[in-house]
């Protein structure tokens, strides 16, 4: 149960993170999508399939945040989409 709440406190601490994203310096959501790659993990170590559908929810707000950035930061983003593709591939190889 314990691992339940926390996995559910991390999923709103990251819809909080993505309401605030787009508003953000590209610096400041390069950062967030780190941050975002992180908690992803601990998210999917605690309870995969909770946190599979939540994750592919924030991956898109993620990747909408990043596309909205200057087109010269555009290989950033296609690193960060591959480090949360990497995240993604664990979880379906968990669940």
Same mark, same amino acid.
């Given at each position: 149960?314990?691992? $339940?709440?926390?996995?559910?406190?991390?999923? $709103?601490?990251?819809? #909080?993170?993505?309401?605030?994203?787009?508003?953000?310096?590209?610096?400041?959501?390069?950062?967030?999508?780190?941050?975002?790659?992180?908690?992803?993990?601990?998210?999917?170590?605690?309870?995969?399939?909770?946190?599979?559908? #939540?994750?592919?929810?924030?991956?898109?707000?993620?990747?909408?945040?990043?596309?909205?950035?200057?087109?010269?930061?555009?290989?950033?983003?296609?690193?960060?989409?591959?480090?949360?593709? $990497?995240?993604?591939? $664990?979880? #379906?190889?968990?669940?």
């Amino acid at each position: 149960m314990h691992s $339940r709440l926390r996995a559910l406190s991390l999923v $709103r601490a990251l819809a #909080h993170m993505h309401s605030r994203s787009r508003a953000l310096s590209f610096a400041r959501v390069r950062s967030h999508a780190l941050s975002l790659t992180c908690t992803l993990a601990q998210v999917h170590s605690i309870t995969p399939a909770l946190s599979l559908t #939540h994750t592919l929810s924030h991956e898109h707000s993620l990747s909408c945040a990043l596309s909205h950035t200057s087109v010269h930061y555009h290989t950033s983003t296609l690193a960060h989409t591959h480090s949360l593709s $990497r995240v993604h591939a $664990r979880t #379906h190889s968990i669940t």
